[in-house]
């Protein structure tokens, strides 16, 4: 890894978002003022967020909270598809559901997307330059949270499928010189009442 300092990458999906996701429900707006809140004392650089509006308002809600961060919006911390394996790389038990969660991809977010990806680790992943390490807030979408943290753990390119965050959840990554990356946080919700815990899940899957 090259840079002199620590990077600390903030990684947040959106929060809830209305079903024709043209913004957020009061939910949502509730998810992204508490994480806000929670957030206020971190000296980030910067919020980065995606360009569509349930991210955009999420950002704009958090940001509402810390202290001059400047926002940031862009392409690369959008929502798309970062990787499409083949059936080989998938384990067999798996391969048949993956694809076919993939299969509504068109040609176009399966050209663009992958390379958006490779965007993403070379801008927001990483040891950075100088002498001050480094606090940088991602607001973004299920797919990028998971394939950064895929990235962090050095697994295979396919392992950002099945990871899933809820809205509003909170993921840390470290990246400091001459050290591998490390995951502090990883879908972290303690800044919500229970009641906004757990949206963007299946109800069968909340605890």
């Not at 003022?33 to 991210?55: E, K, M, N, S, W």
């Not at 040891?127 to 949270?145: A, I």
């Not at 050290?179 to 009442?193: K, Q, W």
């Amino acid at each position: 890894m090259t840079g002199t300092a620590t990077r600390y990458l903030y990684l947040v999906r959106h929060g809830q978002a209305s079903p024709d996701e043209s913004g957020l429900t009061e939910a949502g707006r509730r998810q992204a003022t508490l994480l806000g809140q929670r957030l206020r004392d971190i000296p980030f650089t910067a919020v980065h967020h995606g360009p569509l509006p349930r991210a955009e308002q999420t950002a704009r809600l958090v940001s509402d909270q810390l202290k001059g961060v400047p926002l940031q919006v862009s392409e690369i911390a959008g929502d798309y598809v970062p990787y499409i394996p083949e059936r080989d790389e998938l384990p067999a038990e798996s391969a048949d559901f993956h694809l076919g969660f993939l299969s509504c991809a068109t040609d176009e977010e399966r050209k663009n997307g992958p390379a958006l990806a490779r965007q993403a680790l070379d801008l927001f992943t990483g040891p950075v330059d100088g002498g001050q390490d480094r606090h940088e807030l991602v607001v973004t979408h299920n797919f990028l949270v998971a394939w950064l943290v895929r990235d962090a753990m050095y697994a295979p390119k396919w392992r950002w499928l099945g990871l899933n965050h809820g809205n509003a959840a909170l993921t840390v990554i470290r990246y400091a010189p001459d050290r591998p990356a490390s995951v502090l946080l990883a879908n972290d919700m303690r800044h919500l009442p229970t009641e906004l815990r757990w949206t963007g899940f299946p109800p069968e899957l909340h605890i």
